[in-house]
């Protein structure tokens, strides 16, 4: 009974998340932190992107994804909670032009967690087993209603206004208590493995074509260096070098991509002294020298439009 009803209430919130964006992409929706996405065919290969900190709620279809070394999936009915902003890799596994991958994604403010946390755990937060920056579990009928509530009231600008805090409230509270309540808890935690590095974190993004101090990082958060190290593995899936190293080579794809810049220029503006390092990574990153790997993206856009 419970899988009937979960798969009838993800296929009312699929209808609506249709209705939202009627072509493939993400938008932002009338309420700040809410956006909906939505892919009509599987990828072959993985897209790479930095996800922010967010509850994601599948209304249909399938994904994997690949942090680091670690590999997840996740599908229609289920959560995804990211915990703090990561660069990933993904690809959607299950998605048709009939019944294309649908997903609701609720940004997470830190701020905003540790008010209702309190409320949820007025005797002090549990303590969470595994800080790892995703946690994919399943989603509750009262959740994916709730869910569906929040995006009914986009098609009135008043409503939105006034009720779509209250609904988002809901979701988050209902959230925090399930099992991965304990996990959500963590961003909003002053002083939590889990936010401390999502302090980190934002100065790595902030500075991301700049050289890197661990030691500076690990002060910022108030670590030893080898406590902040293992921790910031721990929760982001990979070193802090391994992160950086990761935002680099994503902009200058972006780069080479968008705004037409060389291999070189698009080394050079993210931080790469030496063009022979910047393509020697690069081509292990994403499988390909940046002047082939861009080319066949242009091809496979070209292919898409022309289609």
Not at 11 to 30: C, Q
Not at 168 to 197: C, Y
Not at 280 to 305: Q, V
């Amino acid at each position: 009974m419970r899988a009937r009803q979960i798969d009838h209430d993800t296929s009312t919130l699929a209808k609506m998340i249709g209705a939202l964006v009627p072509y493939d992409g993400t938008i932002e929706l009338r309420f700040p932190g809410v956006r909906v996405a939505r892919v009509s065919q599987p990828n072959n290969d993985p897209v790479h992107y930095v996800q922010r900190a967010s509850l994601c709620i599948v209304a249909q279809g399938a994904k994997i994804v690949m942090i680091g070394a670690d590999t997840y999936g996740y599908e229609a009915g289920q959560i995804a909670l990211y915990s703090i902003d990561v660069p990933m890799a993904g690809r959607v596994t299950r998605a048709s032009i009939s019944k294309p991958y649908l997903l609701l994604m609720i940004d997470l403010d830190d701020e905003k967690v540790a008010e209702l946390a309190l409320r949820v755990f007025p005797h002090g937060l549990p303590q969470a087993r595994d800080n790892r920056s995703l946690y994919v579990g399943d989603a509750s009928t009262q959740v994916v209603d709730a869910a569906t509530r929040l995006l009914e009231l986009m098609a009135q600008p008043i409503d939105a206004e006034l009720l779509a805090p209250l609904v988002r409230d809901e979701i988050l509270i209902r959230v925090l208590r399930s099992p991965m309540g304990t996990r959500v808890a963590q961003i909003g935690k002053n002083d939590s493995n889990v936010q401390r590095i999502a302090k980190a974190v934002s100065r790595l993004r902030t500075d991301f074509d700049q050289p890197v101090s661990i030691e500076e990082l690990a002060s910022l958060v108030n670590m030893s260096v080898t406590s902040f190290h293992r921790q910031f593995k721990a929760v982001a899936g990979m070193s802090p070098l391994q992160y950086q190293k990761t935002l680099r080579l994503q902009e200058a794809r972006r780069l080479m991509l968008t705004a037409m810049l060389d291999a070189g220029t698009a080394g050079r503006r993210v931080g790469y002294s030496s063009a022979a390092q910047f393509s020697r990574e690069y081509g292990r990153f994403f499988g390909r020298a940046p002047t082939k790997d861009i080319n066949r993206l242009r091809e496979e856009r070209a292919s898409g439009d022309s289609a």
